[in-house]
């Protein structure tokens, strides 16, 4: 069984796919972590995140860096948005994704077109979201939790502009598939839209 969750920034998407894979006891993969550790993997190097060419070289050798704490800065995500729009990016990290939700038994994958193009024929397709202001408050806190300074406004322009980019490259944009169930927690918690997901998952596991 395939679970795709796909989503916005910050809108719980992560969150939700660890608690679907551990109430199903499937494995996860974060898809956003590809795509940051290709953009820490340039960052490092002094690479021109305007140059495809330079990140389709920043895509090799990335699997020591999928653990890195630097993955989370807003830094990283910015630039992670912008070489995700790369065709030739995201061809490179086609293959492992396929073949992680491949596997025997299935997995749960979140990211931004994983109920689209990664996994098609998943099972259960979600598509999480959550208002902007909503977001770039649960942004806030995860930065300061993780000792990283910011201010809220910075944050929603920063959500925003990755909204925009991530809506309107041509690229496997973020879209919600049809087929996907629509799960807004605005106004949900943790643990609510938690079990709000694993009761739509459980609605579609015949
Ligand atoms: O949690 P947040 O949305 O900030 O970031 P993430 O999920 O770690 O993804 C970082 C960036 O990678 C996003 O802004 C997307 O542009 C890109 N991404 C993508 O294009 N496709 C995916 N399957 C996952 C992430």
Redesign the pocket.
Known sequence: MVIAVDG???SGK?TIARALADHFGLPHL????L??AVALNLLRWGGDPDSEFAALRACEDIAGLVDDPDLRSEAV?GI??RI?AYPAVRTALLERQQEFAGQPGGAVLD????GTV?APDATVKLFVTASSRVRAER?LAELTSHGLHAHLPDVLIDIRA?DE??SHRSA?PLLRADDALLLDTSTLDRDAAIAEAIRLAEGRIV
């Open positions: 916005p920034a910050a992560g974060d898809t956003g972590k795509y940051r995500g992670a948005s995700s990211g931004r077109d994983i990664i942004r990755r980019r991530d496997a």
